[in-house]
Nanobody
Framework: QVQLVESGGGLVQPGGSLRLSCQASGKLFSMNAMGWYRQAPGKQRELVASRTSGGILYYADSVKGRFAISGDNVRNTVYLQMNSLKPEDTGVYYC??????????????WGEGTLVTVSS
């Protein structure tokens, strides 16, 4: 099993910053990628940013230029630096790990989520 533990959520005013952290542990044979999803009230979960083990980064258009994803392959950690936060960034942020389990097979693991609220 793989466990993901997130931290860093909270309440912040518009224009403020937060940094989310996620630590993966357990039976990690090979990590393909780690990333962050978010789910706003009444909306579907969406991919915010991701980082492959080879360093390829992805950002949703809505966060480009404001968020930055980084990580450590050895420690199996991923971070999300969120700047210039907007009320529409509010939601539960989930850490995701795409783990190779053999051959071309892989599994997705999820953290429990951390709440980010952007409000004045």
């Amino acid at each position: 099993q793989v466990q993901l533990v997130e931290s860093g959520g909270g309440l912040v005013q518009p224009g403020g910053s937060l940094r989310l952290s996620c630590q993966a542990s357990g039976k990690l044979f090979s990590m393909n990628a780690m990333g962050w999803y978010r789910q706003a009230p009444g909306k579907q979960r969406e991919l915010v940013a991701s980082r492959t083990s080879g360093g390829i980064l992805y950002y949703a258009d809505s966060v480009k230029g404001r968020f930055a994803i980084s990580g450590d392959n050895v420690r199996n950690t991923v971070y999300l630096q969120m700047n210039s936060l907007k009320p529409e960034d509010t939601g539960v942020y989930y850490c995701n790990a795409d783990v190779a389990i053999g051959g071309k097979l892989h599994m997705d693991y999820w953290g429990e989520g951390t709440l980010v609220t952007v409000s004045s």
